[in-house]
């Protein structure tokens, strides 16, 4: 009573499993994820050991014969679609790891991502700023595109003196008048237009000039220049604020010497010698014998420069200095080439995150 025939019943598990068969293809094709653990999850649900796929063949055990040849293809065309799909978004999810892959997992360890660190450059003009700033000077900045004026006019570089010949620079032709600065004293001309002593300054930034690109040379350096104007400034307080410096900078052993030499804005004007810091003054290869090493200009505020920027020369006087990052960093860490400051180079950039 009641009961399928043989055939009927055959029948019948033959449209169920083909039902099933649509329907998963169906799922895995519809099927899409981005992290790897979803992709994971779907691949254990219809190809693990317990999944939709062994179920299926389970069930084909107990298929007729006649049916076999046309429900196993079916279910060998669900395994390779299955296969494929289930690798492909495994290899896109691998090619991309995305932010929520990592996520997905909070007890994973964290992937190793390379810091960048600060340029030397940077780090040691900070340091040259940070040692003034204890002597109570601030920070000053200005522009790097400037005018004849506050570069070299009002610095006492009168047009045509052969002075200006030290600092060659770029020129824009449309306008003379507008020029890349060579030296940041530029910056100490505009503080000094624009306020009264006292002043107490540095200027750290970018300068240009024309120069050949060497070992030691190039048309883009930086600089720390430094300014201090008031009643009754004396050499004496320079070559003390200086000496400060080059024991800070170089460690507490280092002495000073000042030869006298020639700046338009300086009178008199000296160039700065620390004693060599690799030898201990006795005579080596990067001091060339000599035991000291030059590190920056300095000099006495021209009466004439503290005339043009609006600053009585009788009440007051100062002085200024200014010298080279690059060289400063050379000097102390034993750089031979002033090149690869610029080269970027991270094998090179990393040794500083550990000196500094
Ligand atoms: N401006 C000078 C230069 O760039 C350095 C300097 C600054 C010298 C201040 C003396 C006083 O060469």
Not at 213 to 239: M, P, T, W
Request: hydrophobic share 35%; glycine share 8%; aromatic share 8%.
């Amino acid at each position: 009573m009641g009961s399928f025939s043989r055939r009927e019943h055959a029948n019948k598990f033959h449209t169920t499993m083909i039902q099933k068969i649509e329907n998963l293809i169906a799922q895995v094709n519809q099927f899409s994820a981005t992290s790897a653990a979803e992709i994971e999850e779907f691949r254990i649900r219809i190809l693990g050991k317990k999944g939709e796929l062994n179920a299926l063949l389970e069930e084909f055990k107990t298929v007729p014969a006649e049916q076999k040849r046309e429900l196993g293809q079916k279910i060998n065309a669900l395994k390779t679609l299955a296969t494929e799909r289930i690798n492909n978004l495994k290899a896109s999810a691998s090619a991309a790891p995305s932010r929520t892959t990592a996520i997905d997992d909070m007890t994973r360890p964290a992937t190793d991502e390379s810091l960048g660190g600060r340029h030397p450059v940077s780090l040691v003009k900070n340091q040259i700023c940070e040692i003034f700033g204890r002597l109570g000077y601030t920070i000053a900045d200005g522009p790097e595109i400037e005018d004849d004026w506050h570069v070299f006019s009002a610095l006492n570089f009168p047009p045509e003196h052969p002075a200006r010949d030290m600092q060659d620079t770029f020129f824009i032709e449309k306008n003379p008048d507008i020029l890349l600065r060579t030296h940041t004293s530029s910056i100490q001309t505009r503080i000094m237009e624009h306020g009264q002593p006292p002043i107490r300054v540095v200027c750290p930034g970018r300068v240009f000039r024309n120069e050949a690109i060497s070992y030691r040379a190039h048309c883009i350096f930086h600089q720390v220049e430094g300014l201090y104007i008031d009643e009754n400034v004396s050499f004496a307080d320079l070559k003390q604020a200086l000496l400060y410096f080059a024991k800070e900078m170089f460690g507490e052993s280092s002495k000073i010497r000042l030869r006298p030499s020639y700046f338009p804005f300086t009178e008199p004007s000296g160039e700065v010698d620390v004693s060599c810091n690799l030898c201990g003054g006795k005579g080596c290869a990067v001091c060339k014998g000599t035991g000291w090493l030059e590190i920056m200009g300095c000099g006495m505020v021209d009466p004439n420069v503290l005339e043009a920027c609006g600053i009585d020369s009788k009440k007051y006087s100062g002085f200024a200095f200014g010298m080279g990052v690059e060289r400063i960093a050379m000097l102390k860490y034993g750089v031979k080439d002033l090149r690869l400051y610029f080269e970027n180079d991270v094998r090179f950039l990393h040794q500083f995150d550990k000196a500094l």
